[in-house]
């Protein structure tokens, strides 16, 4: 069966810093790959995917991700931070149906 | 367009009574999951239905059921409550079942059990 593991569960950075969130996956077959963003009190937004073709996806808000199947990573990137952009943040991978199977999630705090 | 609705928002129930959720998908959308986010944890799949078929059941006691309607919309069932069972409820739908297609999550409700 599919999971995910997010490492790390809360990261710092100072407004205008890169972004790097960390995760790497299980699948037996090719994976589908997502991350989802949480602000408190809400449901999940979807950042962005990969699902087959070019490995580096970009998503909404500046975000980016890279699929490395060597690896079994898909790390979230973003050049600059802003105030905006902390809040929870959630790995997920899904492969033949979509029940998708998410990590335990990463809080990004942004520091002025 | 409406994104996933869910009611109610916030639900205050007793250890042992039962509670029913109510989702909405996205209109077109055939399928909807449910999922059980625990604070401070990522969200854990309940079920997945499709067509009014279930397709998928995450590893959640007999206690919890859902079914879904004709008109798509679908209801999540939690008998004999327990505390454990305190946890946002998410319900996200998507067009059609399959990997690759992204599920568009509701704002879930937040059950407390007491």
């Known amino acids: 069966a599919q999971s995910v593991t997010q490492l790390g569960s809360h990261v710092s950075v100072s407004e205008g810093a890169l972004v790097l969130l960390r995760c790497n996956y299980s699948s037996s077959v090719p994976p589908y790959l997502f991350w989802y963003v949480q602000y408190p009190n809400q449901g999940l937004q979807l950042l962005l995917k990969?699902?087959?073709?070019?490995?580096l996806v970009k998503g909404i808000n500046g975000f980016e991700a890279e699929f490395k199947k060597s690896e079994t990573s898909f790390h979230l990137t973003k050049p600059s931070a802003h105030m905006s952009d902390a809040a929870e943040y959630f790995c997920a991978v899904s492969e033949t149906s979509n029940d998708m199977r998410f990590g335990a999630g990463t809080r990004l705090t942004v520091k002025p | 367009d409406a994104g996933v609705t869910q009611s109610p928002t916030h639900l205050i129930k007793t250890r042992g009574q039962h509670v029913t959720l109510r989702c909405s998908p996205i209109s077109g959308h055939k399928s909807v999951s449910w999922y059980q986010q625990v604070l401070g944890q990522g969200p854990q799949f309940i079920f997945q239905y499709y067509e009014k078929e279930e397709r998928g059941r995450g590893n959640f006691p007999d206690r919890f059921s859902a079914r879904q309607f004709p008109n798509y919309s679908s209801e999540l069932n939690v008998n004999a409550l327990l505390l454990g069972d305190s946890a946002l409820y998410l319900c996200?739908?998507?067009?059609?079942?399959?990997?690759?297609?992204?599920?568009?999550f509701g704002p879930g409700t937040r059950l407390t059990v007491t």
């Open positions: 990969y699902t087959t073709g070019a490995t």
């Open positions: 996200a739908s998507s067009p059609v079942i399959g990997g690759a297609y992204e599920q568009y």
